[in-house]
């Protein structure tokens, strides 16, 4: 699969190599289909992420969770989409 989405999003033209290197290897991981497997496994990868002293602004997540939602169905991901604006919303208060 190609990445230039990542390597030529206008949005991460500033972003760190070690970054880009996480985007990267997060990008060609084997990640769940499933709506109930996928938070865990975004959460699993922002505390690697964490380990390594790799903070995400929310842009950045944001991307990360759409590489997820690529292989799901629109039902999925709009009930990813509903997750992802909770913890939003539940890090704001």
Same mark, same amino acid.
């Given at each position: 699969?190609?990445?230039?989405?990542? #390597?030529?999003?206008?949005?991460?033209?500033?972003?760190?190599? *070690?970054?880009?290197?996480?985007?990267?290897?997060?990008?060609?991981?084997?990640?769940?289909?499933?709506?109930?497997?996928?938070?865990?496994?975004?959460?699993?990868?922002?505390?690697?992420?964490?380990?390594?002293?790799?903070?995400?602004?929310?842009?950045? #997540?944001?991307?990360?969770?759409?590489?997820?939602?690529?292989?799901?169905?629109? *039902?999925?991901?709009?009930?990813?989409?509903?997750?992802?604006?909770?913890?939003?919303?539940?890090?704001?208060?």
């Amino acid at each position: 699969m190609e990445y230039d989405f990542l #390597t030529n999003n206008p949005m991460l033209k500033n972003i760190s190599p *070690e970054k880009l290197e996480f985007l990267m290897n997060f990008a060609s991981a084997e990640k769940p289909n499933d709506i109930k497997d996928m938070m865990p496994f975004l959460l699993g990868t922002m505390n690697s992420a964490k380990k390594q002293n790799i903070q995400f602004s929310d842009p950045e #997540t944001e991307l990360l969770v759409n590489i997820l939602k690529q292989n799901m169905s629109p *039902e999925e991901a709009a009930k990813a989409d509903k997750i992802i604006k909770l913890m939003k919303d539940r890090r704001r208060h």
